[in-house]
């Protein structure tokens, strides 16, 4: 299947757009950028130059991804969520002077694979979002989020666990867990869940 990149999309002759990727009415792609086979750029989403982008991801409408992200295969980022790149931002320096970019020291955030960000969501860099873990809608993320992780809130806190279908996990003891869709079963190790 082809690429299909809305006519009033702005991307750059220097982004990748892999196959059967698509990028929506009023996106905006940078140079340098890579969108992987058959991911979704949504409506007025912008994803900065040389930010990367796996296969089968989709990124909703509204959401400001920028560069040095790294989003791993499979991931959802929800409408209007944002991935920052800049701990400390200031636009002068202590003696009023514009900054430029060789004054900035860009940090990113990166997404492990099957993740998925909500509505809203902020993700303060640098952070590392866990594979198949699941930021709530409106959350602010400013510590690094583990594998299968469900967090909400402001700053985001971990309230229990997820599975591959993005369901919570059900308790089965105190260190065992079950996934409620695909019966899989999960255990709790010093913090960590891995799957049986």
């Known amino acids: 299947m082809p690429i299909k990149i809305a006519a009033n999309a702005s991307v750059s002759d220097g982004a990748k757009i892999s196959e059967n990727a698509s990028v929506w009415d009023f996106a905006q792609v940078r140079e340098g950028a890579v969108i992987g086979e058959n991911s979704i750029v949504g409506s007025y989403a912008y994803i900065d130059a040389h930010v990367q982008i796996g296969k089968n991801c989709k990124i909703?409408?509204?959401a400001l991804i920028y560069d040095p992200a790294i989003i791993h295969d499979g991931v959802f980022i929800g409408p209007?969520?944002?991935l920052t790149n800049d701990k400390n931002p200031r636009s002068i320096s202590g003696s009023?002077?514009?900054k430029s970019a060789k004054d900035w020291d860009k940090v990113g955030v990166e997404v492990l694979q099957g993740a998925a960000i909500g509505s809203g969501a902020i993700c303060v860099a640098p952070v590392k979002i866990g594979q198949w873990a699941?930021?709530?809608a409106g959350a602010v993320v400013t510590k690094d989020i583990k594998d299968f992780a469900l967090v909400v809130g402001n700053p985001a806190r971990q309230v229990g666990w997820v599975g591959k279908a993005g369901k919570q996990l059900e308790t089965v003891d105190g260190q065992?867990?079950?996934c409620p869709v695909l019966g899989t079963e999960f255990q709790e190790i010093n913090g960590i869940l891995v799957e049986d």
């Open 96 to 98: 009023g002077e514009v």
């Open 80 to 82: 209007g969520a944002i």
């Open 134 to 136: 699941l930021v709530g």
């Open 176 to 178: 065992h867990f079950k």
């Open 60 to 62: 909703q409408n509204r």
